[in-house]
């Protein structure tokens, strides 16, 4: 039997992590109360899959979907959205981790700024964070650098509340796929940003190393490749031309007998090796342009990654 539609549906990804989710589980519970249904993707976990009890010892309705695979927290989300806006197409919507570092206190927050006018989407943007040094100046460096690529800015995570108009916008987008926030960034969307304070962990360790770190990073560059490449062809575009007149320059002072022995021979050969190279680099770009401009958006049905949806069992039908 279908649950009574609720107001409030969360999102949760969940990959070897079951004693955290069951923590805050409890803690959604104890911050909006029971009308909120529960869809954690259990991302392909083997060594700690998420039991369906764990929602309902809670006091909370819900689902545990179970993935094929392990396909990555973001591609668990996009199931996890395709699955709302199939199912709750009337709900808000919440995105949300399962450890602890999103707090299920902060939801009204996001929900309050939902109910502004002209907000599709109430996203959090952190102004304290627990990770270490290393992982801050990465994270500084990579917004910077993304920002330079792609001219625009990106200062939030998976932690956000969506409107159903925004639900069903981003399960037509392939690159919900790929990147959430980058898709979010891209939907068009109008973006509301509060900033809250990240949580410390319920239990265990992340699950993400540097490496997964930094793929995950530039996954939100292929979502605006043809900027990235427009860009950098205006780069080597103008280096090119400061080459042609370097060049220009130098034959000219060769000319007026100005060169000193050996410079010229020296420069010249430098600014047509530069010519070369970022001619090179003119024509590779604009060929992978092309490709991104005429590439076909490949559409991706959810219930492909789908093994089994268990429903949240209470404590008394155990």
């Not at 342009?289 to 219930?303: A, K």
């Amino acid at each position: 039997m279908e649950p009574s539609l609720p107001d409030h549906v969360v999102i949760t990804p969940v990959f070897e992590d079951s004693e955290a989710a069951g923590q805050m589980f409890h803690a959604l519970s104890a911050a909006i109360g029971s009308n909120v249904f529960v869809i954690a993707v259990d991302d392909g976990s083997v060594s700690q899959p998420l039991h369906q009890g764990s929602i309902g010892k809670a006091g909370l309705d819900g689902i545990v979907i179970r993935l094929k695979r392990n396909v990555g927290h973001q591609r668990a989300i996009a199931v996890g959205l395709g699955y709302a806006a199939e199912h709750f197409p009337e709900a808000t919507t919440i995105v949300m981790d399962c450890d602890g570092e999103d707090l299920p206190e902060q939801i009204e927050d996001l929900l309050t700024g939902l109910s502004k006018p002209r907000v599709d989407v109430v996203v959090a943007r952190r102004k304290k964070r627990l990770e270490t040094t290393s992982f801050k100046i990465f994270y500084f460096f990579y917004r910077h650098l993304f920002r330079l690529l792609t001219g625009r800015k990106i200062s939030f995570g998976n932690f956000m509340v969506l409107s159903p108009f925004a639900v069903k916008r981003l399960v037509a987008m392939s690159e919900l796929w790929i990147h959430v926030a980058g898709c979010l960034l891209v939907s068009k969307l109008r973006i509301h940003h509060i900033s809250l304070d990240r949580g410390p962990r319920y239990a265990g360790q992340s699950k993400m190393n540097f490496h997964g770190l930094v793929l995950h990073g530039f996954r939100a560059f292929m979502i605006f490749a043809e900027d990235v490449l427009v860009r950098v062809g205006v780069a080597c575009a103008s280096i090119a031309a400061l080459s042609i007149m370097g060049i220009s320059l130098s034959i000219l002072l060769k000319s007026a007998g100005m060169a000193s022995p050996g410079w010229f021979s020296m420069a010249l050969g430098i600014l047509v090796l530069v010519l070369i190279q970022t001619g090179t680099l003119i024509l590779m770009t604009l060929m992978l342009t092309g490709i991104v401009r005429n590439g076909i958006s490949v559409s991706i049905n959810y219930l492909d990654f789908i093994d089994e949806v268990c429903p949240a069992e209470r404590p008394d039908n155990v």
